[in-house]
Structures are given as C-alpha cells and as structure tokens.
DNA sequence: CATGAATGAGAGTTCATTCAT
DNA sequence: AATGAATGAACTCTCATTCAT
C-alpha cells in the first residue's frame, strides 16, 4: 500500500475511534511510524485528508449501489442494499457522528456531501419502486416519498443517535444491525401479506447477527 | 439578569451559531464585555458552563412536558406538545448537533442525557397512548412501541441530520416546523379516519407556520 | 479573636500544610469564612500576611530565648532552650521549607531575618558558654564559635533537610525530635564526663518523646 | 550543541539565577531565542526539563564520585571529593533551594533524589572508613555514623542555609569553598594528630581558594 | 468592617503547518 | 519521498489584587 493510501487508512481507523476533533495529525503520523513533514508531503492539510476519505466514501457508494446489479432474487438483492448500507456507515462512522461541524468549515465538502445524498435518495426511492411493483408495497406516490425521507433520515442518523446513547461513544456492530432492524420495523407496517413474510424473514436474519455479533 | 446568566446566555447563543468547538472561554467573555477572569469566577470551566446549559434544558423539558397540563381539547395538547418539542431543539440546538463529541468527554453530562433522553420517552408513549384511547391511533402495544422509539430517534436527530443538509450548518425555525411536519408524516399512515382528519388540520397548520417563517 | 489575627493564623496553617506558593489568598479567605476583598482590608498584600506572621516569629524568638530565665538547673534550661527552638520551628516550619524564594522577592524581610538569625546565634553562644563554664564542655574560643555555627546550621536547615526525604514533605513532630537528638549527638563528641552524664540524660528524654510522638 | 541539551542548559541557568518557580517556559524559550513550541517539541512539559536536569545531576554524582578513582595520595582523593561534592552543588544549586517544592510535586523525581541521597550516604561512609584505616580519624562505628549523617546534612543544606543569609540568594564560589571549610571544621575535632596535619593543610589549601574567589 | 464581582496579565500547553535538509 | 526540528497563534485556566456597594 502506497503512503498516501496507509494515511488515508490510518485516519479513517482513529477517527472512528477517538472522533476527528481528538486526532492530530501528529497522531496519525506517529501511528504510522512516519514523520509529520511526510504527511504534509502527501496532503496539503488535514481537510485534504478527509476529503480523500469522504472521495472514498462517494466511491463505495456508487460501487455498492448499483441497481442493476444481478441478484438471484428481489429478497437477496434488498438483503444485498441493506448490508452495503450500513457497513457503509459502520466503515465512515466517525463522519456520521461529527458532520456538522466538519461540513460546517468546509464547503466544498458540504456540496460533495449533498451530492452523496442526492445519490442515495434516488437508489433508495428505485429499491422501494422496485418492491411495490412487486407487490411486497401497497402504497401511493406520496406515501413513498415519505417514506424514503423518512428512512434516509433515519439511516443516516443512526450512527450519530446511538453515539449519544452508548457511554464513551462506542459504536459496535451489534449496534448497526440494531439499525437495520430498526428500518425493517419501520417498512414493515406499509408492507402487503407476501411482502410482511419477505420482511419477516429478512429481520428473522439480522436478530441473528446481532446475537452473535453481541456474543 | 446576572453576569452568571449572561455567561449562559451568551455562551448558548454563541455555541448555536458557531458550532461548540469553535467557541472559545475568551470569545464568550468578549461577547459579553467582561475579562476571561471574571468568567472563571462563575464557572469553574467551559464544561460547567455547558452543564448549566444542559441543566435550563432539562429543567425546560420537565417544565414544557406537564401531562396534566390543562388543553382546551387533545388536539391542542398534541399542538402544545409539538411545539414545546421542536422549541426546546431550536434553543439548544448546538447541543444536538455536536452530542457524540460533548457527551464523550464527560460520563457526568452522558448520564445527565440518558435520564432526560428516558423522561422524553416515557412522557412521548403517554401522548401516544393517550391518542390511541381517544380513538385516533389504531395500533397494538407492539407497533405502538416501535413507532414512539421511531420518532424519538427522529425528533432526535432532526437538528443533526438537517445540520448537514444546511449550508454552514445554518439551522432557521423554517427547518424546525419541516421536523413537526416529517413526524406528523410518519404518525400519518397509523390513524384511524377521526385521527386522519385532527392530523390533517395540523399539518395545515404547520404548514402555515413554515410558509410565514420562511418569507 | 480578631479578624486580622485569624487571618495570619490560617495562613500560618495552611502554608505549613501545603507550602507557601501552592496556597491562594483566596484559600485563605475560603478557610476563614470571609470575602477576599476584606482578607485585603486588612493586609495590602499577600507578602504582609507573611511579614506578620515573621514578626509573631521574632517575637516568639525573643520571649522564648531568655538567657536569664530562671530555671531550677542548667540542665532545666537547656531542655527549654531546645524545646522551644524546635518548637519554633514546627510552628512555622513553611517558612523554613520555602525560605530561599521568599527572601528572594522581599529585601526587607530579608533583614528581619538576618537580624533575628544574629540574635538566635548570639544567645546561642551565651547558651553554649554557661555550660562551659558550669564545666560541661572542655573547648578552646575557636572550636566553640565552631560549633555554635555548626548547631545554628542544623537547626535551621533540619526542616528544610526533612522535608526533602520525606514523600509529600509532610513533617511530624516525631521529625522535630530527631532534630533535637541531631543537635545532641553532635555536641555530645565535645563533652567532660559530667557533660556526658547530662547529655546523655537529655538523650534519653528526648528518645522517649520521640517514641511516643510517632506512636 | 543540541537544541535539546541547549534547553537544559538555559533552563538550569536561569533557574540557579532565579529560582525554579520564577522562571517560565516561556522564558526559557525567549532566552534561547525559540518558539515555545519548539520547547514543547522537545519536552513534554515544564517538569520534564527538571527531570532531565535531575537526571544529568544524578549522571553527574556517580561519575563524579568513584571510590576506586586513582589518586597520588589519600590527601588527594579527599581534596578531589570534596571539590566534586561542592561542584556538584553549584552547579546545581537551584534544585537545593527549591527541594521540599519540588519534590512535593513530583513523587518519581522524589524517589529518584533518595536513592541519589542513598548512593551519596554510602560513598560518603565508605570514604571515612578509608580514613579510619588510614589513621586520620580515631572514632567508634556508632559515632563514625553519626558523623556521617551531620555531614550529609550539611553539606546537602548547606546552598539552602546560605541562600537565605545571602541578599537575594546569589550563591557565589566562595560561598560554596565557605561549606567544604564548614565541613573540614566539623572533622577536624575527631582527627588524630596525623590526620590534623592533613586537614590542616587542606584547610588551608580551601582558605586560599576561597580568598582568591572573593577578590 | 465586610462583601463578592471584576480585572488582566500571564501561566503552561497544543497543534496545524512549514521548511531546510 | 521523507525527515524532524521549528513556528506561532490560540487555548484553557489562575491568581494577586481592586473597587463599587
């Protein structure tokens, strides 16, 4: 792995633990036995650093999210979206916790932001389509909007929610299956009879993740 | 009002504005016109200053949540409590958008959080279960429990998610009323035809509330 | 007891416990009860507080050491003479812990000082020549002016000294007998047969409060 | 010399000069014409540069004091200790007039300065048996011991003492050949008639010294 | 006599960033 | 590419002292 990608790396590692306002880049440096000039060779400043790692972020999520990616059933390809959601959220945890501030200061970041956003609200709102006209939905246009915001808000909050929760801001993946599980209640109640059985089956799944995540 | 007050005062609306971080001891004392020393002789630190504040927001929220409080009708106490709510977040906004970070370095304030957080809930599933009596909720105990943590979690997180869509994480009483409206969307769907028709009125009027409030 | 007197003593106490530069006119305010602002109508300053209690200091100097006390022996007037120098100096042992420094800062306590130091080494002497002529000590003039500034060293700087090996340069009074015994040992080499006879006597007294103290 | 070492050096300086607690980081890095960070860069904090003027201290005691050091005489091994013990404090001599202060703080360096005091005790013991051997001193074991103890404790109070007579607490040479005669004056009653001779010559030897210091 | 709020200089320390090598 | 010493502005906090009441 080249430098520049072990920065990336190392970053992204304490600032999921500690939270970015707590690291230096003194500390990254150090945690990676190089010299703090040698950071600055590779990056203009910190910013840079984390802009590289929302970049990466932007990437994973176009990678993990493409619609038209085959799948041996809708159930698998809904299994598929949800996982890639929040390991995706689990991997840039420490963003999710510290977003206002960190977009607060930096603009350009604040525009890729809302880009990403934009992104994932049409791919959840395609997923959802998807399911109605499969019939696992029965709802009106309007309702499904509102749906989708309201998933989104909830997926993309979860992370800062449960922080606040958890003592010392620890986040596990127990907690993050927690999340998935928390959406599937929400969807559940929109959902036809063929669709509540899919649904069933899928939190059936992730309860048992969460046990042996927990254990 | 007292110089302790005032400290509080000035440091609440400076935290909103800026950001938590990015408010120092001495820009307080400079907002205010007195030296760094007299604010340290009513506060021992900028902690205790950010526990005083989220001691007013927990006296506001045990003030604001009177179950037994007097309405003219259960429609307006659903009002009352919608907007003592969403008030009590635009005040002390700062706090939401920057928890994970202010409740980690200080178990004193996470434990302080997690009673205010359990009293928010208790007295959110006594509404809910008094609208369900009333006959404008038709669900079971289970679904009931779900939604009540769904919009929690959303009432929760609103200022941190909105935070992030928002330029300069610039947050105005318009993005407040679109919170009101995004539970009320989600409450929705569970009602009976009496209860659609109460919930309908007041999504008119916060709609109304959001127009003015945005001109 | 007066205000000013209670100050000087609380001070007095609280510097023997936690040294000079580690106690605040405000702790010493704090301890008596009563506002910083009269703490300073009554003294100008921090270092008048000191002076006053120098000045107690002196003057207990000068009561406690009269060379022509009567006394039932000689024997009788050496044991006062040594009680009362060590208990001089656990009385206000903080002065003798952080005296450097504070001389340094104030040339007119530095006066004081060596003028009470002149006297303590004048009746020292005087002291020192009773026994030689009650026939005690066999020493030419040379040897004796030795000696008398060998004891005054001691003596002053067995605080000082102690409080060095000892962890929290906490002091007892158990120390405050050692240092007595110190003084004996040293003068004992010089004795006549009936000196030592005394001496040895003296010795054993002291052994004893000693033993009891650290009891 | 390294920016390191040349932090000691300035640090130890203005501390002999002007007593620990007067003396800033701040100053130190002015004095050196750095920035204060590069200080810090170079040591974690203030009580990490009297550590390692500690330790350079402690270096400076066993270097300085090896017993099996080969000398032309008896006479010149005991001019040699003494001219290395009052060195050392000179050099030192801050650190003597600060002790109970510093230590207070601070229980590792606490621990470091006994053992300091322990090695210094029994090389100090084992170069008096050296003269009993020799046939300079005619003591008994109980009284070579006490004898060692009151050395000890002179010469290890003995900047302190003088720091208090002195105005200001300037420590000169002389001042230092002033303790080592001190010291030979407190031996020299229990010398036999040759070692009488031998102290008397070396007595005198520091006499001149002394005198040339003072001109 | 007494209060207690207020001052302000300055303490120790941090950290993103630079730059000569 | 990389080092690591160096910068300097800014931060939190302290404390002897003042002063209006």
Redesign the pocket.
């Known amino acids: 792995m ?3 990608d072990r920065i990336i790396h190392s970053a992204l590692a304490l600032f999921n633990e500690q939270g970015e ?9 150090a945690d ?18 984390i802009h590289s790692i929302f970049d990466q972020y932007a990437l994973d999520l176009t990678v993990g999210f493409q619609p038209e990616a085959p799948a041996e059933s809708d159930q698998q390809r809904l299994l598929a979206y949800l996982d890639a959601t929040f390991q995706l959220m689990w991997r840039y945890r420490f963003f999710y916790a510290n977003l206002p501030d960190i977009l607060r200061r930096d603009a350009v970041l604040q525009n890729k932001y809302l880009t990403a956003q934009q992104s994932l609200k049409t791919n959840l709102f395609a997923m959802l389509g998807q399911f109605r006209e499969t019939g696992w939905l029965d709802m009106e246009d309007e309702a499904l909007a509102s749906l989708c915001s309201t998933l989104k808000l909830v997926a993309s909050s979860w992370i800062f929610y449960q922080s606040a929760q958890a003592p010392q801001a620890k986040i596990t993946p127990a907690v993050i299956y927690q999340g998935v599980l928390q959406i599937l209640n929400m969807v559940s109640p929109m959902t036809t009879d063929k669709g509540r059985a899919v649904v069933g089956e899928i939190i059936e799944h992730y309860r048992q993740q969460m046990a042996s995540a927990s254990a």
Chains 1, 2, 3, 4 share one sequence.
């Open positions: 080249k430098t520049r306002p707590n690291v230096t880049t003194n500390h990254i440096a990676l036995g190089i010299s703090p000039g040698n950071l600055y060779y590779h990056f203009r400043n910190k910013e840079e650093i």
